[in-house]
């Protein structure tokens, strides 16, 4: 199985920019299609942004488009995500995610392993 850790969250301003870091622990991480979700309170976990098992094919959702970027380092066992022009609706925790598969799916239910969440807060 895989362990994963999120960080990088904090306390930021509108139009500010932030890199949310994930440190992934176990075998075959470079097979594993990885992605980040976000959950404000009461609200649904829903997708933000996805990479394929080699980084060749990135989704994301509409809502960050253009202002978020997700890129991995296998080498390094790292995900990341960086995000620009962040708005107080992009105001949520954050979780980091892995399924056992190469490919990009974007609904929580398909990914099998999943951080502990770091906070992201948006001021105006």
């Known amino acids: 199985q895989v362990q994963l850790v999120e960080s990088g969250g904090g306390l930021v301003q509108a139009g500010d920019s932030l890199r949310l870091s994930c440190a992934a622990s176990?075998?075959?991480?470079?097979?594993?299609?990885m992605g980040w979700f976000r959950q404000a309170p009461g609200k649904e976990r829903e997708f933000v942004a996805g990479?394929?098992?080699?980084?060749?094919?990135?989704t994301y959702a509409d809502s960050v488009k253009g202002r978020f970027t997700i890129f991995r380092d296998n080498a390094k066992n790292m995900v990341y995500l960086l995000m620009s022009s962040l708005k107080p609706e992009d105001t949520a925790v954050y979780y980091c995610?892995?399924?056992?598969?190469?490919?990009?799916?974007?609904?929580?239910?398909?990914?099998?392993?999943w951080g502990q969440g770091t906070q992201v807060t948006v001021s105006s």
């Open positions: 995610a892995a399924r056992r598969g190469l490919r990009i799916e974007v609904i929580v239910h398909e990914y099998d392993y």
């Open positions: 176990g075998r075959t991480f470079s097979s594993y299609a």
């Open positions: 990479i394929s098992w080699n980084g060749g094919i990135t």
